[in-house]
């Protein structure tokens, strides 16, 4: 299976990303991880990616793109894949599509994780105050002013996919509010249906 899981920043896509990934067998691909590893390597690919993430920039779309297409071609992901994070645009969503095609592949369906944005300021700062309390350091970003920031990206950048995957008719919306073991099971029904 080839999915994308879609939702604003603390939905929970990495959570139910992993939780699906074990239960189909399949990986979860981090856009985040996927750019740090072409680093890491010093693939051509990587050192351009580098090269914007030392400048402080954005890594333009067709990097983004070349990434992931490096990335699920590998044997790992050969029967699926998760995507976490990827598309964030519909021009890379675009990007996929056509990248997909000329490999004989599409997706098989997109996940859209709902969550009313009052909640997840509580689930953000919740986090934070977990990790601070197990001993770890939190996330830079789980702060309220960053989560507004990050909200305001993913309604202007990110939120446009709803309605494109809605009008191929992959679209498939789970209420993220439920218990991570009730919106795990919710993914894998719609999965199935």
């Known amino acids: 299976m080839r999915i994308v899981l879609l939702g604003p920043p603390g939905s929970g896509k990495g959570t139910q990303a992993i939780r699906l990934a ?3 067998a399949i990986p979860q691909l981090s856009t985040g991880d996927i750019l740090r590893c072409a680093v890491a390597a010093e693939t051509s ?3 351009k990616v580098k090269t914007a993430m030392e400048r402080g920039e954005l890594v333009p779309d067709e990097l983004v793109v070349a ?3 490096e990335r699920i071609l ?5 029967t699926g894949f998760i995507l976490d994070g990827f598309p964030r645009t519909v021009g890379q969503a675009r990007a996929l599509d056509d990248m997909l095609r000329t490999r004989g592949l599409d997706l098989d369906c997109v996940l859209e994780l709902k969550v009313d ?3 997840l300021l509580g689930r953000i700062l919740n986090r ?9 350091s939190a ?3 789980d702060t ?3 989560l507004k920031v990050r909200l305001k990206e993913y309604r202007r950048q990110t939120e446009p996919l709803i309605d494109y995957y809605c009008a191929r008719g992959m679209l498939k919306s789970i209420d993220g509010l439920q218990p991570i073991a009730s919106v795990a099971t919710s993914l894998l029904e719609a999965l199935d249906a």
């Open 22 to 24: 074990e239960h189909l």
């Open 45 to 47: 690919i990587g050192k």
């Open 67 to 69: 990434v992931v297409a």
């Open 74 to 78: 590998q044997a790992d992901a050969k």
């Open 117 to 119: 944005e009052e909640v």
């Open 128 to 136: 934070a105050k977990e990790a601070v309390g197990n001993g770890q």
């Open 139 to 141: 996330r830079t970003d």
């Open 144 to 146: 309220e002013e960053a």
